[in-house]
Structure formats: C-alpha cells, structure tokens
C-alpha cells in the first residue's frame, strides 16, 4: 500500500519508486512548515520503449502570474510531446513552462499537465524539481508503482486488460428483473453496466441501491479472486444535446454543480480504500462528445442545443474534469464513450471525433494517460460482424459504399470500426495500448429475419439490403428498436484491441418512452422513440422502428427484453 503523506512528511527523504506526494523541505531546513511548493509526479503508463507521465506543482508561496518547473533526468529520457505546458528539453534538462491561459498560480493553487516521453533502460523518477528556481523535491508514482507484498488491498499497477483473469459484476437489480421474466433465467447472471444517470443515483433513489451498496456487493461478489465493475458515467450540464428522451437534470451551464454534486462525490467513493481491490471500469459520458462534431453548425443534422454546448465548452470541461478526478484512484479504468460506426464512421466525423477526444483528455488537468481506452455502440444496435457484404465490393457496377444502407460510410460493423478508431485515437496522442469495449447487449439481430447469406446481386442495394444482419429500418434509428436481439455475451480479450464485449446497457432497460410521460429525472419526450414519427435528418426522415408502449428511460420494459431474447445471436439455449 502507498505511503501516507504523514509518513512521508515524517521521513522527508525520496524513496524511488514509491507513490504519493513527498514535501520537501525548503531551502532554509526550517521544515516542512516553510515548504515553498510540492511537486506530484506520476508516470501514468509505460511500455517498453515510451511512457507518459502527469505532473502537479502546487504552490505554497507568494501568488504567481507565470511559473516554470525544471528537472533533469538521471537516464536517457526524451521529452517528445506535451500538453497543458510548453514542455521542451535540452540535454537532460527539461523545462515546463505555463501555457497563456494556466500562468496564474495563486497562494494553494496547483498547475496540472502532462508529456508524452521515450526512454530505454531505467525510467528513473526525477530526483529535485525546481519551481522558478526554488527547489521542492518529489517521490512520485503512478501506475508503475510496486505493490506492497504485506498489503493484499494494495491494487498495484493498474493491468493491460482489466477484464482478463476477472469476473464481473452482477448486477442484483437488474438480474431480479430478468429472472422474473420468463426464460429470462437464462441470462439473469450475465454482468451489466451501473447507470449513475443523476445526482441522487450515487447515494440510492426510489428504493434502488446507491454506488456504495454495489461496490459492497461487488466486494461480496469478488471472493479471492479479480472483480470487475462496471459503472457508467452520465450526467453532463446539458447532457444528450440531440435527443431529449435522454436528457438530464443539469442545465447547459451548470458545470460546477457537475463537477461539486457528481463528478467529487464518486470520485471519493472510488478512491475508498476499502474499494481498492475491485478493480472499476467507468464509461465516461455516452452520446456527448460526439455530438460536439457532427450535430452543430451548418449541417443539416445539427440542433440548437448542440451549438449551446461547443460554444461554452462544458462537455469538454465535464469530461476532462471526470478523467481527471475518477482517474486519480490506481484501481479505476476510464473508457471514454466513442459513439458508433453509423455516427462518426464517415470520413468527415472520424478523425475530427477523435480531436475532440483528445481535447476533452487534456481539460481541465487530466491527460491521455488517465484514459485507459474506449467504448462503441454504448446502449446502440449497430452489428457486431456484418459477414455478407464489404465496402470494398462492387455489385452491379457500383461500390457497396453507394448503397442507400451504407451511405458513403467506411464501416459496416462495430469490430471494423473499434479497431480502426483505436488506431485514429493512438495517432492523436492517447497510448498505444489502449483498449476498446464494444457494447454488445443488444446487437445480435438473430431470429426469423436474420440473413443466411448475401443479398441478390441484381443491384448494390439489393445485395447489402438482403444481406445485412442490422434490421433496422435507417442506421440513424436508436430508440427501442423492433426486432433486435441480444448480442455476443459479455467476454474479454475477444479480437485484437479489443478488451472486451460487454452489455453495458441493461437488456431490458427502455431507452425512452414513447410518448409523453411525467416524471421527476429530467427526461423529455423524443418523437425517435414514437413508432409512428416520420424521422429528422438523422435517420432520412424514415420511420422509427421503435417498439410501442415503451416506459421513461431506464425503466424496465418486459416487451423489449422478450424481444431481445427471442431475436438473441448467439441464440439463447
């Protein structure tokens, strides 16, 4: 287990390797009450030829309108990029300098940032750090640390995979719903997503448990083995920008009750150490960042609210915020929500979605390095594997990507498409061994209507049409879809950069109501989840397909879980 600070205030000294914040003492070795700032630095992830590392000066002196840090390396570390500083190296000598919009350092206030380094052989811990020439020494730490043999809590570096070598959690109210259904038994022990979707989710609402009673029953669950949990992050100031069946109970500018009533009170729950053996999986905020490319300005697909929110920049500043604060704890695992092949798969929403990512990684203090990987087709039904046709065929003299269901689009698939985001995403900065999840709860289209080979070949939209597993009626559609099915059971490692495929939405659980009901959680009414609406830009303006009679958000809705079940693929036994 980590030292506490008492400790090493107590022992004043550096021990390499260690974690945590060690104060130095200032110049004039009158103690530690005369420290004159301390120096949180972290390697966050290393492989073998690279790492990244985030650093924190606090200053503990007179307020300052610029700053620079210095440190040398012991080895042969090489600085290759940086982000919330001007971060540049000369010899072994490295300088961050404060940014135009980060200069100001008040009396107690911290600056955060972040690199992006090489090395070979040792990567060494920086000894002496110096803010504007005044030394205050560090013992930092990160997810290289040791574990302490004598501390089974002690979660250590944080693994690769979190889901290999790991059960994951049950959860119990979810599984009484599905075993009271009947033939639900059948999957009733499968492992889902914990939605905390608004403020009062954390401490329990409506009779229904609160983030610690299902991080105790995580603990009950783990036994002497690895546990993951899987909690789902969701509660952005002006949150679903494009949708209003999922919109929530923060305004557009309320950044500061998300950051004070949301994103700090899990984080303090998280960073309990009695939690420290489980190890968390967040999904960070689904269906925001998205949004923020491909549904503001001139494009047809674009809303009034989504402008709102690139404009003031809060999904940005909330998901940087939560990366930053959620990635503090060593045994939690960020996977930040990356739409689907049908939202950003075109070349126009791909690589500018993952800048976007980026940007939110490097808000308001937190780096790449506190993202572990990403999520696709979160609550979504895009096809897991579509195996009859390609975008690289031609059909009837016309490339498959012209047909009316591909649309111009790259992708077909969601294993396409994760594993080629994952390589965008590496480009734009985040690490190399990254990791993608890929919702797979209710993309398995089996049943009657699933195709058992190609379409006719009689024209390039006869052919995708008659061979696609996705039923739906238009790629756009989203809201409690007609015909599908259970997908792939949860499972880890199960293709190349892939981490796992998990059900992180709640088979069963609507996606919002199809008509107009009052409730007390902030859920409008979205004519997408109406099966009789005609559409908007983002579907062709076509039918829905959504299934009638369906309840708010959230809630449980048996006819879509028997749906489900009857159209699984793989089937169910």
């Given at each position: 287990?980590?030292?506490?600070?008492?400790?090493?205030?107590?022992?004043?000294?550096?021990?390499?390797?260690?974690?945590g914040t060690a104060y130095a003492v200032a110049p004039d070795g009158v103690g530690a009450a005369a420290v004159p700032c301390t120096v949180d630095y972290q390697v966050q992830n290393q492989w073998s030829t690279g790492f990244t590392a985030a650093v924190t000066v606090t200053n503990l002196g007179a307020a300052k309108s610029s700053w620079s840090l210095k440190w040398s390396y012991a080895g042969n570390q090489r600085v290759t990029s940086g982000w919330n500083a001007k971060v540049t190296q000369s010899g072994s000598n490295v300088t961050a300098a404060n940014e135009s919009y980060n200069g100001t350092l008040a009396t107690g206030?911290?600056?955060?940032?972040?690199?992006?380094?090489?090395?070979?052989?040792?990567?060494?811990?920086?000894?002496?750090?110096?803010?504007?020439?005044?030394?205050?020494?560090?013992?930092?730490?990160?997810?290289?640390?040791?574990?302490?043999?004598?501390?089974?809590?002690?979660?250590?570096?944080?693994?690769?995979?979190?889901?290999?070598?790991?059960?994951?959690?049950?959860?119990?109210?979810?599984?009484?719903?599905?075993?009271?259904?009947?033939?639900?038994?059948?999957?009733?022990?499968?492992?889902?997503?914990?939605?905390?979707?608004?403020?009062?989710?954390?401490?329990?609402?409506?009779?229904?448990?609160?983030?610690?009673?299902?991080?105790?029953?995580?603990?009950?669950?783990?036994?002497?083995?690895?546990?993951?949990?899987?909690?789902?992050?969701?509660?952005?100031?002006?949150?679903?920008?494009?949708?209003?069946?999922?919109?929530?109970?923060?305004?557009?500018?309320?950044?500061?009750?998300?950051?004070?009533?949301?994103?700090?009170?899990?984080?303090?729950?998280?960073?309990?150490?009695?939690?420290?053996?489980?190890?968390?999986?967040?999904?960070?905020?689904?269906?925001?960042?998205?949004?923020?490319?491909?549904?503001?300005?001139?494009?047809?697909?674009?809303?009034?609210?989504?402008?709102?929110?690139?404009?003031?920049?809060?999904?940005?500043?909330?998901?940087?915020?939560?990366?930053?604060?959620?990635?503090?704890?060593?045994?939690?695992?960020?996977?930040?929500?990356?739409?689907?092949?049908?939202?950003?798969?075109?070349?126009?929403?791909?690589?500018?979605?993952?800048?976007?990512?980026?940007?939110?990684?490097?808000?308001?203090?937190?780096?790449?390095?506190?993202?572990?990987?990403?999520?696709?087709?979160?609550?979504?039904?895009?096809?897991?594997?579509?195996?009859?046709?390609?975008?690289?065929?031609?059909?009837?003299?016309?490339?498959?990507?012209?047909?009316?269901?591909?649309?111009?689009?790259?992708?077909?698939?969601?294993?396409?498409?994760?594993?080629?985001?994952?390589?965008?995403?590496?480009?734009?900065?985040?690490?190399?061994?990254?990791?993608?999840?890929?919702?797979?709860?209710?993309?398995?289209?089996?049943?009657?209507?699933?195709?058992?080979?190609?379409?006719?070949?009689?024209?390039?939209?006869?052919?995708?049409?008659?061979?696609?597993?996705?039923?739906?009626?238009?790629?756009?559609?989203?809201?409690?879809?007609?015909?599908?099915?259970?997908?792939?059971?949860?499972?880890?490692?199960?293709?190349?950069?892939?981490?796992?495929?998990?059900?992180?939405?709640?088979?069963?659980?609507?996606?919002?109501?199809?008509?107009?009901?009052?409730?007390?959680?902030?859920?409008?009414?979205?004519?997408?989840?109406?099966?009789?609406?005609?559409?908007?830009?983002?579907?062709?303006?076509?039918?829905?397909?959504?299934?009638?009679?369906?309840?708010?958000?959230?809630?449980?809705?048996?006819?879509?879980?028997?749906?489900?079940?009857?159209?699984?693929?793989?089937?169910?036994?």
């Amino acid at each position: 287990m980590s030292r506490t600070r008492t400790e090493l205030l107590a022992a004043m000294a550096l021990v390499a390797g260690a974690t945590g914040t060690a104060y130095a003492v200032a110049p004039d070795g009158v103690g530690a009450a005369a420290v004159p700032c301390t120096v949180d630095y972290q390697v966050q992830n290393q492989w073998s030829t690279g790492f990244t590392a985030a650093v924190t000066v606090t200053n503990l002196g007179a307020a300052k309108s610029s700053w620079s840090l210095k440190w040398s390396y012991a080895g042969n570390q090489r600085v290759t990029s940086g982000w919330n500083a001007k971060v540049t190296q000369s010899g072994s000598n490295v300088t961050a300098a404060n940014e135009s919009y980060n200069g100001t350092l008040a009396t107690g206030g911290s600056a955060s940032f972040g690199f992006q380094g090489t090395y070979s052989g040792s990567n060494a811990i920086p000894a002496t750090f110096t803010l504007d020439g005044v030394t205050c020494n560090v013992d930092g730490g990160g997810p290289t640390d040791p574990t302490d043999p004598t501390d089974p809590t002690d979660p250590g570096d944080r693994v690769n995979n979190p889901y290999s070598g790991a059960k994951v959690y049950v959860n119990p109210e979810w599984s009484a719903n599905a075993a009271a259904e009947p033939g639900g038994s059948r999957i009733a022990n499968q492992p889902t997503g914990v939605w905390l979707d608004r403020i009062a989710a954390i401490n329990g609402a409506n009779g229904k448990m609160g983030l610690r009673a299902h991080l105790d029953e995580a603990l009950r669950q783990k036994g002497s083995g690895e546990l993951v949990i899987q909690l789902v992050i969701y509660n952005l100031p002006g949150r679903d920008c494009s949708a209003l069946a999922s919109n929530g109970e923060l305004g557009p500018t309320e950044i500061g009750r998300y950051k004070t009533e949301y994103i700090d009170p899990i984080a303090a729950i998280l960073a309990d150490d009695k939690y420290s053996s489980l190890r968390i999986v967040t999904t960070v905020e689904i269906d925001s960042l998205p949004n923020l490319v491909t549904n503001t300005g001139s494009r047809a697909t674009a809303t009034p609210e989504c402008d709102v929110m690139k404009a003031n920049g809060n999904y940005v500043k909330g998901v940087g915020y939560a990366l930053n604060k959620l990635g503090d704890a060593g045994n939690v695992y960020n996977y930040v929500d990356a739409g689907h092949h049908g939202w950003i798969g075109w070349d126009d929403n791909f690589g500018p979605s993952a800048d976007v990512f980026h940007d939110a990684a490097t808000a308001e203090g937190a780096t790449p390095a506190d993202v572990h990987g990403f999520i696709t087709n979160t609550a979504n039904y895009s096809a897991l594997k579509e195996n009859n046709f390609s975008v690289d065929q031609t059909v009837a003299g016309k490339s498959v990507r012209e047909s009316k269901w591909v649309d111009w689009n790259r992708y077909v698939d969601e294993l396409g498409f994760a594993q080629a985001f994952r390589n965008e995403l590496v480009s734009t900065g985040f690490d190399t061994n990254i990791g993608m999840l890929i919702d797979t709860s209710r993309n398995g289209w089996g049943g009657t209507a699933r195709p058992a080979g190609p379409g006719a070949t009689s024209s390039v939209d006869t052919y995708v049409d008659g061979g696609r597993y996705d039923r739906r009626i238009h790629i756009g559609n989203w809201c409690n879809q007609a015909g599908a099915g259970l997908g792939e059971r949860p499972k880890a490692a199960p293709e190349s950069g892939i981490d796992a495929y998990v059900w992180m939405k709640p088979p069963g659980e609507s996606d919002g109501a199809s008509k107009a009901i009052p409730n007390d959680e902030g859920k409008g009414f979205d004519r997408m989840c109406d099966p009789t609406y005609t559409g908007t830009p983002r579907n062709g303006h076509n039918l829905t397909g959504a299934l009638s009679d369906a309840p708010v958000s959230g809630h449980w809705f048996s006819a879509q879980f028997q749906e489900l079940m009857k159209n699984a693929y793989p089937p169910l036994p």
